[in-house]
Nanobody
Framework: QVLLVESGGGLVQTGESQRLSCTASGDRLCMSSLNWYRQPPGKKRELVASINSNGVTFIADTVQGQFNITRDNSKNTSYLQMNNLIPDDTAGYFC?????????WGQGTHVTVSS
């Protein structure tokens, strides 16, 4: 299993950028794939980005060109860079590691984008 700890959330203004971090500890195999989900208020949780240990990435269409995901394997940390934020990006952002079953989730970090 993997313990995931997110950080970097907070209040930002429209148009600003924010970088979230997800630091993993535990079974290194289980953290092969690190994913970022978000859950806006009153809505379902959705996948926004993924990255594997080889650096192969996936970015959801809804945030393509706006969000970027990277990772530092030496620190077992994934980063979600969010640019040009808008109020619709307001959400809880959650880190997930799903290579092992059951998958692991962090406690989440909240991002509020004010207009």
């Amino acid at each position: 299993q993997v313990l995931l700890v997110e950080s970097g959330g907070g209040l930002v203004q429209t148009g600003e950028s924010q970088r979230l971090s997800c630091t993993a500890s535990g079974d290194r195999l289980c953290m092969s794939s690190l994913n970022w989900y978000r859950q806006p208020p009153g809505k379902k949780r959705e996948l926004v980005a993924s990255i594997n240990s080889n650096g192969v990435t996936f970015i959801a269409d809804t945030v393509q060109g706006q969000f970027n995901i990277t990772r530092d394997n030496s620190k077992n940390t994934s980063y979600l860079q969010m640019n040009n934020l808008i109020p619709d990006d307001t959400a809880g952002y959650f880190c997930n590691a799903d290579y092992c079953v059951p998958d692991s989730w962090g406690q989440g970090t909240h991002v509020t984008v004010s207009s």
